[in-house]
């Protein structure tokens, strides 16, 4: 799988490399690594860039929190185990986030992180992690603004699965997807869902999910084939979604 920097190079990447932030386009300010050449290599060695296929777990819920994972490419989502070991899908990452920052509160993962696409990923420890932000009051504040983002995102989903109705909420989160995800150029989302984690995402149950799809398909807003979902039209979608 190739990567792109931003001096326009590319790398076929194996499956772990030594990472570079300072050319890395996903991160616009590379604190890890410019702290001296010293110091900055012996961080460095602790990194690992690492390439995960689809459906495979970057990592479990309840295994121990040894890091966390700068996401270069690709989707992953985040599910958590609920009533009768049922899972329930929390939120979708996308390239850029950063995976996993619950180190910061538990010794285990409090979720389970699932590659949704081909995913290329940096895995920086939990112990240079915490060095780097001791000593670095900057990145220490964007990483607190990635958390109050995590935080502001849960609060709205809250408050939308008290205040939306069913119908608002499967719409919002068809629209939802299509921003995390993107589409292909025949506009179908570029990820698959069971309906069961589609339900959980819209904070409904699978057959009111499955009714509200199907008035939607016989509306011509949506299309579905091999539950792959085709975006037919946005502005009536954004409608019933109140925006």
């Not at 590379?30 to 690492?50: I, N």
């Not at 081909?118 to 112990?127: G, L, Q, R």
């Not at 398909?217 to 946005?234: A, D, E, S």
Request: aromatic share 6%; glycine share 6%.
């Amino acid at each position: 799988m190739a990567i792109r920097y931003r001096n326009g190079k590319t790398h076929r990447a194996p499956q772990k490399l030594t990472p570079n932030c300072e050319i890395c386009e996903r991160l616009g300010n590379p604190h890890f690594v410019d702290r001296g050449e010293t110091k900055g290599a012996s961080q460095l060695s602790g990194f690992s860039f690492r390439t995960f296929s689809p459906q495979e777990n970057l990592f479990e819920e309840g295994q121990p929190a040894n890091g966390v994972y700068c996401l270069y490419s690709g989707n992953v989502k985040i599910l958590k185990r609920g009533a009768q070991n049922q899972e329930h899908l929390l939120r979708i990452q996308q390239p850029g986030q950063m995976v996993g920052l619950g180190v910061f509160s538990t010794d285990v993962y409090p979720h389970t992180a699932v590659a949704m696409t081909s995913v290329e990923a940096c895995f920086i420890p939990t112990t240079i992690l915490l060095d780097v932000l001791q000593e670095d009051s900057t990145l220490s504040v964007q990483v607190m603004q990635m958390l109050c983002k995590e935080i502001e995102l849960i609060e709205t989903r809250l408050t939308s699965f008290t205040k939306r109705t069913a119908r608002e909420r499967v719409a919002e989160t068809l629209l939802d997807l299509k921003k995390a995800c993107g589409t292909d150029k025949d506009k179908f989302l570029n990820i698959l869902l069971s309906w069961e984690e589609l339900a959980s995402y819209a904070g409904t149950s699978r057959a009111t999910l499955q009714r509200l799809m199907n008035d939607f398909k016989r509306r011509n807003l949506i299309r579905v084939r091999k539950r792959k979902i085709q975006m037919l039209n946005l502005e009536q979608l954004t409608q019933i979604a109140g925006g």
